[in-house]
T-cell receptor, first 119, second 108 residues
Framework: GAVVSQHPSWVICKSGTSVKIECRSLDFQATTMFWYRQFPKQSLMLMATSNEGSKATYEQGVEKDKFLINHASLTLSTLTVTSAHPEDSSFYIC???????????????FGPGTRLTVL | TQLLEQSPQFLSIQEGENLTVYCNSSSVFSSLQWYRQEPGEGPVLLVTVVTGGEVKKLKRLTFQFGDARKDSSLHITAAQPGDTGLYLCAGGGQKLVFGQGTRLTINP
């Protein structure tokens, strides 16, 4: 249980194009999903909290117009990197919290990540 | 702001040795999680500790939560090359706070 998938697993795009990354909770419902960015040999940096049916909450310093988040259903959140540039190249990871899990321990289940390379 | 400090940040040891990774904070956490991440993959949840003084075992891995719920440790006995990876502790409420991670390499 608690499986999260991401698609694509890797993507290479030209500078100026937009890229959409999907995050799905496969066997549970998630009213809240999270998007992280990870640079080589570093820990995870939270970019935004994705809330089903409402606007995402972005962390300080993250451009909401550049990183568009949509959470239209209880099992799907998408991150669109608009007008991507080489400095946006990174490993993007999503996570989801089981909305109906009763443990209440704030555990998050992570997707396998998406490697974005902008040329 | 809650912060988690992990130490050491890098550790390279020989197969068969024991090791301990620490996760410390000045803040009290209601629970702490430990994750392991392999290159090119997302973090995988290993364990959640919730009670001060709690000890949980996962095969050769032993996790402990400090009595005051401000720190945690991960002890690996007889490390194997398959234990290689980035170990992350995390805690918090709605949003998780992550430690910097401990990059562990087990040499055959």
């Amino acid at each position: 249980g608690a499986v999260v998938s991401q698609h694509p697993s890797w993507v290479i795009c030209k500078s100026g194009t937009s890229v959409k990354i999907e995050c799905r909770s496969l066997d549970f419902q998630a009213t809240t999903m999270f998007w992280y960015r990870q640079f080589p040999k570093q820990s995870l940096m939270l970019m935004a909290t994705s809330n089903e049916g409402s606007k995402a909450t972005y962390e300080q310093g993250v451009e909401k117009d550049k990183f568009l988040i949509n959470h239209a259903s209880l099992t799907l959140s998408t991150l669109t990197v608009t007008s991507a540039h080489p400095e946006d190249s990174s490993f993007y990871i999503c996570s989801a919290r089981d909305s109906f899990r009763t443990s209440g321990y704030n555990e998050q289940f992570f997707g396998p990540g998406t490697r974005l390379t902008v040329l | 702001t809650q912060l988690l400090e992990q130490s050491p940040q890098f550790l390279s040891i020989q197969e068969g040795e024991n090791l301990t990774v620490y996760c410390n904070s000045s803040s009290v956490f209601s629970s702490l999680q430990w994750y392991r991440q392999e290159p090119g993959e997302g973090p995988v949840l290993l364990v959640t500790v919730v009670t001060g003084g709690e000890v949980k075992k996962l095969k050769r891995l032993t996790f402990q939560f400090g009595d005051a719920r401000k720190d945690s440790s991960l002890h690996i006995t007889a490390a194997q090359p398959g234990d290689t990876g980035l170990y992350l502790c995390a805690g918090g409420g709605q949003k998780l706070v992550f430690g910097q991670g401990t990059r562990l390499t087990i040499n055959p």
